[in-house]
Nanobody, 125 residues
């Protein structure tokens, strides 16, 4: 029902910045929270950030807090992940995700049901 398409990934030098975008379709975007996850080769999928439906609240994983910032533009049905001060350990496939229900600020993988295809972020040292 819901389709999510990420974009903006690429190769960046350590210390650099990148902004990921996730365009959503299939339901009223503004009615739901959104999240970002990432997965590096050989590792489990990891929560990165979440944002409430009206951008009133955000939550970022400790590993990225202070460096990454999630935001959304409901008029464009798009959620963003601004990534600053990138580190080699940030390299991963980044996925945006949407829950099925009305969780305010979900941070668990099982809270999400719809997933994008992912966009690769590579960070060189």
């Amino acid at each position: 029902q819901v389709q999510l398409v990420e974009s903006g990934g690429g190769l960046v030098q350590a210390g650099g910045s990148l902004r990921l975008s996730c365009a959503a379709s299939g339901r009223t975007f503004s009615n739901y929270a959104m999240g970002w996850f990432r997965q590096a080769p050989g590792k489990e999928r990891e929560f990165v950030a979440a944002i409430s439906k009206e951008s009133s609240s955000t939550f970022h994983a400790n590993s990225v807090a202070g460096r990454f910032a999630i935001s959304r533009d409901n008029a464009k049905s798009t959620v963003y992940l601004q990534m600053n001060s990138l580190k080699p350990e940030d390299a991963a496939v980044y996925y945006c995700a949407a829950p099925r229900g009305s969780a305010y600020l979900p941070s668990l993988e099982n809270d999400y049901y719809y997933w994008g295809q992912g966009t690769q972020v590579t960070v060189s040292s």
